[in-house]
Structures are given as structure tokens and as C-alpha cells.
């Protein structure tokens, strides 16, 4: 027997995600050898702020990775890659100190900017450059904010970086971070794979206060010494370049070809197609892909939140939350297509793809005194998946394209009448896979493909991606009644664009009474 048999080699997983790290060994064959896990806590300091400290996202890599080590022997370990929380930037002085709390993905103070920006620059060279519609994730739009009220946070910024970034940095003493980390910032020519001087200069900055970047699986160093003793990884260990977390996601699903597209019902709904060559629009959002390409990514912030919503206002009694959820299952189950004419728009918290706008919002459309509990569910259910049938139709129309099947993964990939609806409303096939922490999976693909156990980031995520565990076939006859939905559902928002644009200039205004 060889020694490889014998030691078989294994890859470290990490996402360092918003409120928490996870951490995964992962054998050659994408099973679970050791897991860890720590939170990262969040500050609100004022009304759509939210901010981290830089320095938890290492103190949760550290206590996870020690935790790792602890658990197999360092030697398998041949590579490690980070998957990340997208959109979120730290500041850091000549000594790679903070100099202000690092900006999360989750913040919206820069709502005025995302205008000011697009008018000034031009929202479709904008999107031609970094493939994003001017919206308020992007960091961009944070770094105009900051230009205008606090421009000496820009002059003392030695380095400006993404959270994969700053995680190899700590790790290695290298400051690099891959293409699909650094295009969601909004600062980044997708298509040259470089920090776009025409936005920086516009910003005042230059690309020397950024990361150096490269492609999802060159190596970015090797662990340092005083790294090693704080984690426990083997001195000398290769770091692999990795991806943010909605690309290593889809990467974990094997959506490495055209045709396929991954479903991510997770607190927000994420979609993605593959796509060899760069397209743009404003039905989707473009982004690097970790496998070479691009994926085109539709985008909903509020997915399975919306469940949870709901779930927390029925739930006042604070009884078993199973029983409870079973019961409001079995529930909607009894409930006809359409929810007796009710519909859901499921804009609680502002709209990305195909709108992008922030002042929208979400309503219940044909509510009255007929309508209970069970059938505002159901409406939340098929809400949400009406949506995403109206941007899929959207982007196949758009892009010449023809997805055929769907495979889906995320904790509402365990609702069963959930994935029906969806397969009956897209007209295709769902399948749910057994993949677990998908991001994490994904950054294990990569670090397998970096250290040479496959020969490709394609490779890796045809033999380590997830199996089909359940597949939803749609029924022709729910298919047609979700068809004549859909085309009631998709002027909603149009119809009531100015009256949300409105309500949000209201509250604006009387803001300071709460």
C-alpha cells in the first residue's frame, strides 16, 4: 500500500463569511474530514451602517484552523484556499493596523452616492467595465461615501482590501487576493483582470493601495512561521488564491458549463448561469467565475429571511419551532396555485437584479379578510419563486441561452413544497444536492486543484462537487397555472415603482422622529 494510500492528502476549506468562519478538511473525494466554527461579531452604529473589525476575521481563521489541526494529522494537509463575505473592505495603515472599521456588504449608507456615481461616471461604463449596475453593495459607491465625509480615512489607507485579502496577508505576509474576490468590489476591470484606473482616478486613489490579484487557485505564499504557531498549520504550507463565497458556492454544484444553473436558497436567493465568454445587462450581474469565465449571477437579499419573517411573527407564543414549521408546511400544502389571489412581492429589503433599487419594497398584492396565515406562506413560496422564473426568462431571452436544468442547494433546499413550486414555475427540473457549507467546498476545490491533486478548478468540482439527492420534475398542469401567474406578477413592480420611490422619500424625511 502507498503512502498516499495510507495518508491520503487533504485540503482546508475556509469561508470566512459575514457572521461566522467555518472551517472544513476535505478529503480527495469532497468528504467532510473536520469541521470548525467561529462567529464574528457585527457593529451597527447608525441607521444602515454596519462594520466589522478586521482583526475578528483573523481571530475567527485562527481559532478555527487551530481547532483543525487539532483534529488530523498536519502532514495530509497540502493546501488551503479562502472563499469570503463579498463586498466588504477593511482600511489599513503601513502596518496593516486598521484605521477605521472595516465597511460591510450589509451597509447602505452610500444610497445618495450610488446616483452621484452613476451620473458622474456613467452607469453603462459602469457596467461594461466591472459588469455590475450601479447599486449600493458594491464598495465603490462606500469609497465616494467616504471621499465626501471622511476623506481622511482615503489619505491614510496604506492598503484598502477584501476580506480573502487581508485573511492571506495574515496568513502569509503577502497582500493577494484572486479575480473573484476583488470584482465584486466595483473597482475592477472584469474583463482586463486588473483595478480599473478609470474608477480609481475618479476616486482619487491608486491600484498600489490595493491587493495584488490572480487567478482562484495560483498559490498566494506559504504560511509564515508566526502564522503557523498561532494556527497550528504546517510552516510553509501553501495558500491557494480563492473566490467569494457566491462564486465558490456555484462552484460546489459543478456549474463549470453552459445550460446549468445553480440555486442558492440560503437567507438571500442567489442564481448563476456559466458563461465562457464576458456578456453584460441589467437583468444580471457578471462575475469572475473561480473555474475560468464568468458567471452570470442574479441576485434576491431577501430569500429564505422572508420564511424566517414570517415564521418569527406566528411564533410569538415561542413554541417548538419544528412542530410549528411542520404545521405551517402541511398547512400550504392544502392551499391552491396563486394562494387564492394573493401575491407576494418579495422586495423586503430593496431590489438588486433585474431593478436595482434600493427604495423598493416588498408588498402582499390581493390581500383580504379571506386570507390566514397558511396562504400568506404559500404566497411567500411562490413569490419568490415567481421572481426568479421572471429573471431567468429575462436572462435566457437576453443572452440567447437555454438553461435546461437547476441545481439547487441551501437549507430551503430541504422544503420540499418549496423546490415543487420552483420546478413547476421555471418549467425545469430541480435538483437538490447533499452538499453542505458550499462555500466552503468550493475553496476546498480550489486548494485541491492549486496543490495538483486535479489538474484543474473544473476538475475539482466534477470529483468533489455535490450528488442529487432529490430531483423536481415539473407538472405540465401546475406548469401552465404558474405561467398564466407570472405574467401577473412581472408588471407588479413597474406599476408601483413611484409609490415605493415615494414612501422612501417620506421616511427620509421624518426620520429623525424615530
Known amino acids: 500500500m502507498s503512502n498516499t494510500e495510507t495518508n491520503p492528502p487533504y485540503v482546508i476549506g475556509i469561508d470566512s463569511s459575514t457572521q461566522s468562519t467555518k472551517g472544513i478538511v476535505w478529503d480527495a473525494k469532497g468528504f467532510v474530514v473536520a469541521e470548525a466554527h467561529a462567529d464574528i461579531p457585527m457593529q451597527n452604529p447608525g441607521f444602515h451602517f454596519f462594520e466589522q473589525d478586521a482583526s475578528d476575521w483573523w481571530r475567527a481563521c485562527v481559532d478555527v484552523l487551530h481547532s483543525l489541526m487539532a483534529k488530523v494529522a498536519p502532514e495530509q494537509v497540502v493546501g488551503l484556499s479562502i472563499s469570503n463575505q463579498r463586498e466588504t473592505i477593511a482600511f489599513l495603515d503601513k502596518h496593516f493596523r486598521s484605521v477605521r472599521p472595516a465597511i460591510v456588504w450589509l451597509d447602505e449608507r452610500s ?122 498549520l504546517p510552516e510553509g504550507l501553501a495558500v491557494y ?102 401575491l407576494t412581492l418579495p422586495y423586503w429589503s430593496g431590489v438588486m437584479t433585474p431593478y436595482w433599487n434600493c427604495d423598493a419594497h416588498g408588498a402582499f398584492i390581493g390581500l383580504s379578510s379571506n386570507h390566514s396565515r397558511r396562504h400568506i406562506y404559500r404566497s411567500i413560496l411562490e413569490g419568490l419563486a415567481l421572481e426568479q422564473t421572471m429573471e431567468m426568462r429575462a436572462l435566457e431571452k437576453s443572452q440567447r441561452t437555454q438553461i435546461n436544468d437547476v441545481f439547487c442547494i441551501g437549507g430551503g433546499a430541504n422544503n420540499p413544497l418549496w423546490c415543487q413550486i420552483f420546478a413547476d414555475c421555471l418549467g425545469k427540473p430541480v435538483h437538490c444536492l447533499d452538499t453542505v457549507e458550499a462555500s466552503c467546498l468550493g475553496a476546498g476545490m480550489i486548494a485541491a486543484a492549486g496543490a495538483g491533486i486535479y489538474p484543474s478548478v473544473k476538475d475539482a468540482a466534477d470529483g468533489m462537487g455535490g450528488h442529487v439527492v432529490t430531483s423536481y420534475q415539473p407538472i405540465q398542469a401546475n406548469q401552465q397555472r404558474y405561467a398564466e401567474l407570472c405574467d401577473i406578477y412581472t408588471p407588479v413592480y413597474k406599476n408601483n415603482e413611484e409609490s415605493f420611490n415615494r414612501l422612501s422619500e417620506f421616511a427620509r424625511k421624518y426620520r429623525e422622529e424615530e
Open 111 to 232: 444610497r445618495d452616492e450610488v446616483h452621484q456615481v452613476s451620473d458622474e461616471l456613467g452607469a453603462e461604463n459602469i457596467l461594461r467595465i466591472t459588469g455590475k449596475n450601479p447599486d449600493v453593495t458594491p464598495v465603490v459607491y462606500r469609497l465616494a461615501w467616504l471621499k465626501k465625509h471622511s476623506p481622511d480615512v482615503l489619505r491614510q489607507s496604506h492598503k484598502m482590501t477584501d476580506v480573502q485579502g487581508y485573511l492571506n496577508y495574515c496568513l502569509t505576509g503577502n497582500l493577494v487576493t484572486s479575480w473573484a474576490s476583488a470584482d465584486p468590489l466595483g473597482l475592477f476591470d472584469i474583463v482586463e483582470k486588473c483595478w480599473s484606473a478609470r474608477i480609481l482616478n475618479y476616486l482619487g486613489l491608486n491600484p498600489q493601495q490595493f491587493p495584488a490579484v490572480v487567478g482562484s487557485g495560483t498559490m498566494v505564499g506559504r504560511v509564515t512561521a508566526a502564522a503557523s504557531q498561532l494556527t497550528g
Open 241 to 342: 488564491a480563492g473566490g467569494g463565497d457566491g462564486q465558490c458556492a456555484g462552484l460546489a454544484t459543478r456549474i463549470t458549463r453552459p445550460g446549468q444553473a445553480y440555486l442558492n436558497l440560503g437567507t438571500a436567493q442567489v442564481c448563476g448561469v456559466w458563461s465562457e465568454e464576458y456578456r453584460c445587462d441589467t437583468t444580471f450581474r457578471t462575475l469572475t467565475a473561480c473555474s475560468g469565465g464568468y458567471i452570470l449571477e442574479m441576485v434576491l437579499r431577501t430569500g429564505a429571511f422572508l420564511v424566517n419573517w414570517l415564521f418569527s411573527i406566528v411564533n410569538k407564543e415561542g413554541g417548538d419551532p419544528r412542530l410549528l414549521m411542520k404545521r405551517l408546511q402541511h398547512e400550504a400544502e392544502t392551499v391552491p396555485i396563486g394562494s387564492k389571489g394573493l
